[in-house]
């Protein structure tokens, strides 16, 4: 029986290995018995000029764990970049309804006193027809829009992994943040945050480590040193008394005779891809800095949007109620009335798309830099 350890060492990629054994020898014809051991043996192998993969896995393991950290951050504000995507979502569609439901009945209004004119004797059939099939219209919308509420919801709901499904309003986040955003700070945020910057320097070392690795390929040379302690006797502490000393020391080569280039060849691959390597780092960095910078670059411009939306849904708003009780009293035809609630219908709609997109790139901006802006 025996027991043994062996432990490398990182810096020179060397082992040390500890163990101790003991035998029994028995003559059965005549009843006698033996007994071998060694008490301690210790054995040091020291590899000169070979690669050491424990000296860059030191280098790259705190990277990896790093990486993994700011990986788990970087996940938890993109959930918040799709929680806000699906939230909107329901916002939309509610608004949708809304105007549904306020197309549906103005029409419903519209259509009382047009059939009272035609009793009248002062409209015609055409215009109540007219009017009809928007009220059909403005149904069908309405439904469609409740659909969507309902579908929108239960994709928030099973997204958050909520059990509560019923419906709420949702209100739009219609009071923007000041835009005064510091490029510097933001881009030295960025290197001590993202994953990605921690990736390019676990991607760089790997490649480092692997040209080292083909450099050195075939170049070792083994030291070994080893030093024991052995006895025997007839019983089993006799082992322990005066073990008796046992040292070696040896030195082992491995050299290659030929490889017909093979080792060139493996350092010029590993030496092309460091190189490629790099490149594909400074463009990753390129393009994530460029996408930053429009980014910054575009807030302001979908603030401005958003702020002129709004003008433009009040001024919409005002304009058809004007025209609806012009088309009431007889002064605006069914064409105009049906003119002015398209542009007020679009009007709301391209506001509240205005504001989705600025809030869109908010949070993009937020989740690409991982920061507070």
């Known amino acids: 029986m025996g027991i043994g350890f062996s432990q490398p060492i990182p810096f020179t990629g060397g082992?040390?290995?500890?163990?101790?054994?003991?035998?029994?020898?028995?003559?059965?014809?005549?009843?006698?018995?033996?007994?071998?051991?060694?008490?301690?043996?210790?054995?040091?192998?020291?590899?000169?000029?070979?690669?050491?993969?424990?000296?860059?896995?030191?280098?790259?393991?705190?990277?990896?764990?790093?990486?993994?950290?700011?990986?788990?951050?970087?996940?938890?504000?993109?959930?918040?970049?799709?929680?806000?995507?699906?939230?909107?979502?329901?916002?939309?569609?509610?608004?949708?309804?809304?105007?549904?439901?306020s197309n549906l009945q103005n029409c419903n209004a519209n259509l009382v006193i047009e059939k009272r004119k035609v009793q009248l004797g002062v409209s015609t059939e055409d215009k109540v027809l007219q009017l009809e099939i928007q009220q059909i219209n403005s149904l069908q919308q309405q439904r469609a829009a409740q659909l969507n509420i309902r579908q929108?919801?239960?994709?928030?709901?099973?997204?958050?992994?909520?059990?509560?499904?019923?419906?709420?309003?949702?209100?739009?986040?219609?009071?923007?943040?000041?835009?005064?955003?510091?490029?510097?700070?933001?881009?030295?945020?960025?290197?001590?945050?993202?994953?990605?910057?921690?990736?390019?320097?676990?991607?760089?070392?790997?490649?480092?480590?692997?040209?080292?690795?083909?450099?050195?390929?075939?170049?070792?040379?083994?030291?070994?040193?080893?030093?024991g302690l052995n006895n025997a006797g007839t019983d089993l502490p006799a082992i322990y008394r005066n073990p008796q000393d046992q040292q070696r020391f040896s030195i082992g080569f491995n050299i290659p005779i030929a490889d017909w280039g093979k080792r060139k060849n493996n350092v010029d691959i590993a030496s092309l891809r460091e190189e490629q390597t790099e490149i594909n780092k400074k463009q990753a960095e390129a393009k994530l800095i460029t996408d930053i910078t429009n980014l910054i670059n575009e807030l302001p411009v979908l603030k401005t949007n958003v702020q002129q939306s709004l003008l433009l849904d009040t001024l919409s708003q005002k304009r058809f109620v004007i025209t609806n009780r012009l088309f009431q009293s007889g002064k605006a035809s069914l064409l105009e009335l049906q003119t002015a609630q398209t542009e007020k219908d679009n009007a709301r709609r391209n506001y509240i798309a205005s504001l989705r997109k600025f809030w869109e790139s908010y949070y993009l901006l937020k989740s690409k830099t991982m920061s507070e802006l």
């Not at 059965?28 to 050491?52: D, E, H, I, M």
């Not at 009071?175 to 005064?180: F, H, R, S």
Request: proline share 4%.
């Open 152 to 227: 929108a919801f239960l994709a928030l709901t099973t997204y958050i992994n909520s059990s509560d499904t019923s419906s709420k309003q949702m209100q739009l986040p219609e009071q923007l943040p000041a835009i005064n955003i510091d490029k510097e700070k933001i881009f030295a945020a960025i290197k001590q945050n993202l994953p990605q910057y921690v990736a390019f320097q676990r991607i760089r070392l790997e490649a480092l480590s692997k040209t080292d690795e083909a450099k050195k390929q075939g170049r070792q040379i083994d030291l070994v040193a080893s030093y």
């Open 15 to 101: 082992t040390v290995a500890v163990n101790t054994d003991l035998y029994r020898f028995d003559d059965f014809v005549a009843n006698t018995k033996q007994y071998n051991g060694t008490p301690v043996f210790v054995r040091l192998t020291q590899p000169l000029f070979k690669y050491n993969p424990y000296k860059w896995d030191k280098q790259i393991a705190p990277l990896l764990l790093q990486e993994a950290t700011q990986m788990q951050k970087a996940t938890l504000v993109q959930m918040a970049y799709e929680v806000y995507q699906l939230y909107f979502e329901i916002a939309e569609a509610q608004s949708n309804e809304q105007l549904a439901i």
